[in-house]
């Protein structure tokens, strides 16, 4: 496993003089693991943190390689960047990814929750600058932290983000919404309503502060609607306390978090 070493810094092939920080957090009696990169002359100069992560379903990488690129960019900024490898996603077995779905699926936030939390109280950032990232199902993710604890960040982006999970998984109609009753649950099952209502971001907006948040979205994306990330971003206008950036982008070629060209995200 990618997480026999605890806090040891190791020269990774490809990154020269970068830094990965493989670290152990404990939630409970569980370990999480995080990785953490930077620019090793900057960790202790420059302190912004982008944690990251891609999604909250069964995808064994954590890391695409547009996102590698993409976090190189940072790298050159003095960001550190961090992938959190939390329960619910595929990276670390099969029994990792149940103990994230259905009745678990809370397990994911606490989770991300912690890795956040973790990279603050070791100076590897702070509330101040600290962002995260997410898309599609990990968007989720972002939409609910960021219900949960708004404190912790900076500014947040929720790419085409699955956030209105309660209305999509009602319909049947929808694609992709009875297949993903094994992930979510099925709430027109009581049990599950309820469940899942507790942490569907658009149903769990309130009257507080949130960091400064962009969401997109695509117009002809069949997997999250765009009415979905609209519906959030309208709802935190209407409720949230603070005056920080709140930005909606609206794909007309997007699929998914992903333009017509793949190539048009380098541009």
């Known amino acids: 496993m990618m997480w026999d070493h605890s806090n040891k810094s190791l020269k990774k092939p490809g990154f020269n003089s970068r830094i990965v920080d493989l670290l152990v957090i404990k939630v409970g009696c569980l370990q999480i693991g995080l990785d953490a990169i930077s ?44 992938i959190a490898h939390i329960r619910g996603g595929g990276d670390m077995g099969r029994q990792w990814y149940e103990n994230g779905e259905l009745f678990m699926k809370k397990n994911t936030l606490i989770d991300f929750i912690a890795c956040a939390e973790y990279l603050t109280e070791s100076k590897y950032s702070s509330k101040e600058k600290l962002c995260i ?30 956030v209105d999970v309660l209305t999509t998984m009602l319909d049947p109609t929808i694609p992709l919404t009875t297949s993903e009753w094994e992930e979510w649950g099925d709430p027109r099952k009581e049990e599950f309503y309820f469940y899942i209502k507790s942490y569907s971001p ?14 997109t979205a695509g117009l002809n994306d069949p997997r999250v609607m765009y009415s979905e990330p609209a519906k959030f971003v309208a709802k935190l206008r209407d409720l949230k306390t603070d005056d920080k950036l709140l930005l909606f982008k609206c794909e007309f070629g997007a699929v998914d978090g992903n333009t017509s060209s793949g190539y048009s995200r380098l541009s």
């Open 133 to 162: 990232c997410g898309g599609s199902a990990g968007g989720l993710l972002i939409g609910a932290v960021l219900n949960m604890r708004p404190d912790l960040f900076k500014a947040a982006v929720a790419e085409v983000p699955f």
């Open 39 to 82: 620019f090793h002359w900057f960790l202790l100069l420059s302190n912004c943190t982008q944690l990251f992560h891609i999604k909250s379903l069964s995808n064994p990488e954590p890391l695409l390689l547009l996102d590698a690129i993409l976090c190189l960019s940072l790298l050159d900024r003095a960001f550190v960047f961090a």
């Open 202 to 215: 658009v149903d769990n907006v309130k009257a507080q502060n949130y960091p400064n948040i962009l969401v």
